[in-house]
């Protein structure tokens, strides 16, 4: 069985940073395409960001170049790094691999951006 955890997440004013971080046992993110995943009130879950077993990464436009994604296969861990946050970055955060997997999916964790 799979399970995923995901950390790191809080209330924080315009413009601060967090930092996210996953981790999981059953999934080796080394050889997997992770991604980060968000879920607005009332909106669709969307993909934010993903690495490729490569190190190649990929952002939304709307967080491109505020967030950055990566990977510890050391610890098997995967990190987002959140700047310049936005209210409209209001969510809960996932992570999954690319493409998700319905048994893979976390509680999340909670990302409160006030203006």
């Known amino acids: 069985q799979v399970h995923v955890v995901e950390s790191g997440g809080g209330l924080v004013q315009a413009g601060g940073s967090l930092r996210l971080s996953c981790a999981s046992s059953?999934?080796?993110?080394?050889?997997?395409?992770m991604g980060w995943y968000r879920q607005a009130p009332g909106k669709q879950r969307e993909l934010v960001a993903h690495?490729?077993?490569?190190?190649?990464?990929n952002y939304a436009d709307s967080v491109k170049g505020r967030f950055t994604i990566s990977r510890d296969n050391a610890k098997n861990t995967v990190s987002l790094q959140m700047d310049s946050l936005k209210p409209g970055d209001t969510a809960i955060y996932y992570c999954n691999v690319v493409p998700p997997r319905r048994d893979y999916w976390g509680r999340g964790t909670q990302v409160t951006v006030s203006s």
């Open positions: 059953g999934i080796i993110f080394s050889v997997n395409t």
């Open positions: 690495i490729g077993s490569g190190d190649s990464t």
